[in-house]
């Protein structure tokens, strides 16, 4: 039975291997810049069936060798696309729903995001939770590895909140189809000021919905100066494998003039604070409306903040993940908004 299992798995390889070679020799161009050797460029180039291959590459390694597939910094991918590895919170992994929370995860879950609800309904504060997603969730047709049947974590949040009544935004909701405007940089984590735009429209457009007198104004490409930034400075993947950056800022600059005033500090930045002491509290006030907006963010918020604190009389941003209460209730705003980066959804178990 062994032999014959063995034969069986030797021919099939063979099979594979095999076929889009035969296509490949099929296709072969002549097309080649001046000191490449033509057969090692066309199979860069053009070997058929190699997403198909990869899959089953991956499958073979996963389910026959037992072994982790999936690179473990940064996947290069076609036409200079790179994403993050799982060397930081499984964020690859998770995307494609390898990696979910487990039952008792979920049970914790859920217990922390009860006593949320509970803590802020007893001080008349609205709560929400708004979960950017990963840029391997918004492409991810370009990654060469197949989707998992299972919820993703940031579904499986979803549905917990939904199932219990909780204010959850996912902020990639109004983000256009796919075509010539990138929503995120090609050689770094993060998205541009294109999507923190639909990110905060998609915001407003909800909490507008939930407080008929907030009025947040909603915002179209029209409104602004669109630019790039005079220097080449993007690119944290690129940093990852000691390549230069590759691309500049996209800016997005209102075509009117920002009203909101920055004011003073005050939080004493809490111990073991892991970013620039600076990032860490930013307060602004406007004559838009008398609402109190309080933000807990990642670097997500940078790109859509500037339109945030034009939209609410008094909006404080705090960056860090940790439920804080000292903080909020010094606040005592009227809407609480935890932003949070999909590959870090974790971090509502630990908090």
Request: some cysteine; overall charge positive.
């Amino acid at each position: 039975m062994k032999k014959t299992v063995n034969i069986i798995f030797i021919v099939s390889f063979l099979i594979i291997i095999s076929v889009p070679f035969i296509f490949f020799c099929l296709r072969i161009k002549t097309d080649v810049k001046k000191g490449e050797k033509k057969m090692s460029l066309n199979f860069k180039r053009d070997y058929p069936l190699k997403s198909e291959l990869i899959k089953t590459y991956t499958l073979f390694e996963e389910n026959v060798l037992k072994i982790d597939p999936i690179p473990n910094k940064v996947v290069t991918v076609d036409n200079g696309w790179r994403f993050l590895g799982d060397s930081f919170s499984n964020p690859l992994s998770e995307s494609i729903g390898k990696i979910n929370f487990t039952t008792e995860e979920l049970i914790k879950l859920e217990n922390r995001l009860l006593y949320r609800k509970k803590w802020f309904k007893d001080r008349n504060i609205k709560m929400y939770i708004a979960v950017a997603p990963n840029k391997h969730t918004y492409y991810r047709e370009l990654l060469p590895f197949g989707q998992s049947l299972k919820k993703t974590k940031m579904q499986q949040l979803d549905s917990l909140c939904k199932s219990n009544n909780i204010n959850y935004i996912n902020l990639g909701d109004d983000f256009p189809e796919k075509g010539d405007q990138l929503l995120y940089y090609k050689t770094d984590t993060h998205w541009n000021q294109f999507a923190g735009l639909y990110a905060y429209n998609t915001t407003a457009k909800r909490l507008n919905l939930d407080l008929k007198k907030l009025n947040c104004q909603t915002y179209t490409l029209t409104d602004f100066d669109v630019t790039l930034s005079d220097t080449i400075q993007i690119g944290d993947l690129n940093d990852m494998l000691k390549k230069p950056h590759e691309e500049k800022y996209i800016v997005l600059t209102p075509k009117t003039a920002p009203k909101a005033i920055k004011k003073t500090s005050i939080y004493p930045i809490p111990d073991n604070y892991i970013n620039a002491p600076k990032l860490y509290e930013a307060r602004f006030t406007s004559e838009r409306n008398e609402y109190k907006l309080l933000v807990f963010h990642d670097s997500y918020m940078g790109y859509y903040q500037k339109h945030l604190k034009e939209n609410f009389g008094k909006t404080t941003f705090i960056w860090d993940h940790s439920f804080n209460e000292k903080v909020i209730e010094s606040e005592q705003p009227d809407i609480f908004y935890h932003e949070i980066l999909e590959r870090q959804v974790d971090l509502l178990l630990e908090y």
